[in-house]
Structures are given as structure tokens and as C-alpha cells.
């Protein structure tokens, strides 16, 4: 229970941090970014982009949407050409980019309308780039009270038993961010199941002290 509580504590003081680099009266709003780069560069940026993107960024302008949504723009037109080319496996993984930086506008959550429109554009550049891969997550949705857990299932190519691993992203993520975190556990043959955490992305499930369940 304490440590519950403490990882629960812990949350909620990131979550903060996470709002105030939104806020427009947050003072060093480049800091706090800083402190990001190593969990966004895991789960698919690129360092260059990150920082290209950061300093397009003025509070001033209140731009940070604008700014990720550029970036995730340049790589979605590029695979679109690819696409056309039939150059599909250089595409799917600029459709992923793409996802990344969609995601990032919509940091640390949806918080109006046009991050909401940034994380719907995040999930559905993901679906696109699975079509063009040989072993796509496998969408799965599980019901539980009925309500909808809905994530991704991932398993080893050619290996019929496998331990399987549940990733489950906090309150500014969600599971697409997972893609490149799974592929370090599938080299080692392990299964991924990722879902959202109740209250985030496509969970059916609020936020409640009692959404513990979902994960039991």
C-alpha cells in the first residue's frame, strides 16, 4: 500500500510539472522539455527534431501544438510521397514518426480541442503504418464490466511459447508511445499486451481510486 501511494504521489507531483509547462505563465518552459528527451527519444523521436521543435516554441505565441504539429506534418507529406513511390517500408516508419510528434503536441494530455485532434491524428498515422508492416501490433478489445480495455498485442515472430509482458503508460502517455519500448522486449523474446490507463486515450474506463482492477 505505501508503495502504491508513493507511486500514486509521485504521479501526480510529474502531472503537475507537465501542466505547468503548458501554462503560459510558466517561466522555463525548455527546462522541463529538457528533462523529457530521454523518454521521448525511447519512444521514437529523434534528438535533432526535439530540439528543432523546441525552439520554434514561444510561450508568447502559446504555439506548442502548432509547433509538434508542424513536425509530425513534414514526416506525414514525406510518407505520403513514398506511398505513392510504393516505397512502403521506408514510409511506414515516417508514418510512425509522424505518430511520435502528433502524440508530443498533445503533451502531457488533451487539454482542448486541438490537442485532442493531435492525439486523434497520432492513433490513426500508428493504424496506417501497421498496414505496411509484415507482423503488425494485433488490436485486441477485451471487455471487463462492460467496458472496453482496449490495446495492442504483440508476439515474437517464429516462437510458439513466450512469457507475455502487460505495458501500461501513466497519465501523459499512451500506448502508442509503447512501439519501440515492445520491440526491445520482443528481441528478447518476450509477448507485449499495452493498453491505455484508465481515464487516457481510448480507455472505457474513468480514472477512479478503484481502476487498479483493470490491471488485475
Known amino acids: 500500500m505505501k508503495v502504491r501511494v508513493s507511486l500514486i504521489l509521485l504521479g501526480c507531483l510529474l502531472l503537475i510539472g507537465c501542466t505547468d509547462l503548458m501554462s503560459p505563465n510558466y517561466s522555463n518552459v525548455k527546462s522541463l522539455s529538457k528533462l523529457m528527451i530521454p523518454r521521448w527519444t525511447m ?4 534528438i535533432g527534431d526535439i530540439n528543432s521543435t523546441l525552439d520554434k516554441i514561444s510561450l508568447r505565441q502559446g504555439n506548442w501544438v502548432d509547433a509538434w504539429s508542424t513536425t509530425a506534418q513534414d514526416y506525414e507529406k514525406r510518407a505520403d510521397e513514398l506511398i505513392k513511390e510504393k516505397n512502403l517500408d521506408d ?15 498533445a503533451f502531457p494530455y488533451p487539454m482542448d480541442v486541438s490537442q ?26 477485451l471487455t471487463l464490466e462492460g467496458k472496453k480495455i482496449i490495446g495492442n498485442f504483440r508476439k515474437p515472430v517464429e516462437v510458439k511459447r513466450y512469457p507475455l509482458v502487460i505495458l501500461i503508460p501513466g497519465l ?5 508511445e509503447l512501439y519501440w519500448v515492445e520491440d526491445r ?22 480514472l477512479r481510486p478503484d481502476s487498479d482492477r483493470v490491471g488485475q
Do not use: C, I, M, Q
Not at 43 to 46: E, F, L, Q, W
Open 43 to 46: 519512444h521514437g523521436a529523434d
Open 91 to 105: 514510409a511506414k516508419f515516417l508514418l510512425l514518426k509522424a505518430s511520435v510528434y502528433y502524440r508530443l503536441a
Open 116 to 141: 485532442n485532434a493531435a492525439y486523434k491524428l497520432s492513433v490513426k498515422l500508428f493504424n496506417n503504418a501497421n498496414k505496411f508492416f509484415s507482423d503488425p501490433p494485433e488490436r485486441l478489445e
Open 172 to 176: 501523459d502517455s499512451n500506448k502508442e
Open 185 to 206: 522486449f520482443l528481441t528478447n523474446g518476450f509477448a507485449t499486451f499495452s493498453f491505455d490507463l484508465p481515464g487516457t486515450g481510448e480507455s472505457n474506463w474513468p
